[in-house]
């Protein structure tokens, strides 16, 4: 693989500089880069967060929930890899080898792509609502979370489900049709009128 070449500004003028980050450059996103920069956030964090005034609210310190989230965004991220044709190699620059992916979709697709977000959106409205500010003084937005994941999580992933199925059987079907070949039929040329006969 050549190095990657990134072009900025360093004090007004243009430079260019060579990315050494081969597991960053071709895709796929590392372990180690998730915990790297979970360890950055947690550092800031820990020195900027106060405890804040629902200290109870919280299993564990304040300061530590942000660099779980970052590290846990970029399991997911890790994850969807995975689940692809991407692949990814966990723990560049530890290891060189690049795990292939389990092939269930491409990057390019619409349903899976939706699919993540979708529950990325959900996790977050039902978190906002579990730990809404005051939660004595304002009514849940959420009072049956089984209802709320029912109509909102679990009808619209069996109905994207459904159509990611259907496409990728009608997608076999179509490179079935393109590769199978019928030698007892005649060809086009087999077809054509013989002109000697006439």
Known sequence: MKP????FLVSGRGSNFQAVAAAV???SVPATLGIVISLLVALVS???VPEGPNAAMYTI??????PLIVFLGSLVHIVEDSTGFMGNNLFWPFTKDRTSGLGFMSAAEAIPNFFFVWTSIICILFNLDRFRWAP???AAGIPHPETF???FYAVPVAVMAYFFLKGKHEKDARKAEKKEVDFDSPT???RETDASVV
Do not use: K, N
């Open 188 to 190: 086009a040329s087999e």
């Open 136 to 138: 004595d003084q304002v």
């Open 46 to 48: 820990y020195l900027v």
């Open 4 to 7: 990657t070449t990134i072009s």
């Open 149 to 151: 994941f029912f109509w």
């Open 61 to 66: 310190p304040r300061w530590l929930v942000y």
């Open 25 to 27: 450059r071709d895709g």
